[in-house]
């Protein structure tokens, strides 16, 4: 793990699981029924939403790092 980008980037997945993991811990129906909104959610929808996240995440970021 010579690079500082793949080491922050499996420190975000690891963040990522921890906040995933303490939601279905504290909240198992809520998270139930949010599963349950997302699947019948249209493709189109979720794929918007996914593209918005990710753009948001890059601006994250890049304000972080800058």
Known sequence: MGSI???DFLIGIGVLFVIEGLLFAAAPGWMRRA???VIATP???LRLTGIGSAVLGLIVIWLVRR
Do not use: L
């Open 43 to 45: 493709d189109n929808v």
């Open 35 to 37: 599963i349950e909104s």
């Open 5 to 7: 980008a793949f080491a």
